[in-house]
């Protein structure tokens, strides 16, 4: 949307989207230019004047890092499980399928990031080994 607008604001105004586009802004529609001035005020991205252009790379990384910003703090709420999920869908299927791991790594890396990789500060609450001496037995760090 963001960039049919930035087409429309370079457009001769005697055409008809640009007509059109005038005539739903003067009836004060809920058109989708009140959709796309939402998401540029909700990433303070708006425009000083009607006709500036609104550069896509830079609203989209402000979308990210906002959406990012909410996610992490809906994730505190949610279970591991629940979090896992989320960004199953959202970004680990991407990052595996193109990177060149075997099958042994893309398990393990998955394990890791499902929890349930049998690491010592996991497996030695189970112990009730306190948190500060769960160390790793390979290189004695936390």
């Not at 457009?11 to 989207?17: A, Q, S, V």
């Not at 996610?71 to 591991?80: F, G, H, P, R």
């Not at 299927?93 to 500060?121: A, D």
């Amino acid at each position: 949307m963001v960039r049919y607008r930035n087409r429309l604001v370079s457009m001769n105004e005697d055409r008809i989207p640009a007509i059109i586009n005038r005539r739903d802004k003067s009836l004060n529609t809920e058109a989708w230019n009140a959709q796309v001035k939402h998401i540029l005020a909700y990433s303070d991205m708006t425009p000083e004047c009607e006709q500036d252009y609104v550069d896509i790379d830079a609203l989209t990384s402000r979308l990210k890092v906002l959406n990012r910003n909410i996610w992490l703090v809906n994730a505190q709420a949610m279970t591991k499980l629940e979090v896992f999920m989320e960004v199953l869908d959202r970004d680990m299927q991407q990052v595996l399928v193109k990177s060149n791991l075997g099958r042994c790594q893309r398990s393990l890396v998955m394990k890791v990031k499902c929890g349930v990789l049998p690491l010592i500060v996991e497996t030695g609450r189970f112990k009730n080994v306190p948190r500060e001496l769960r160390l790793c037995q390979i290189c004695n760090e936390k």
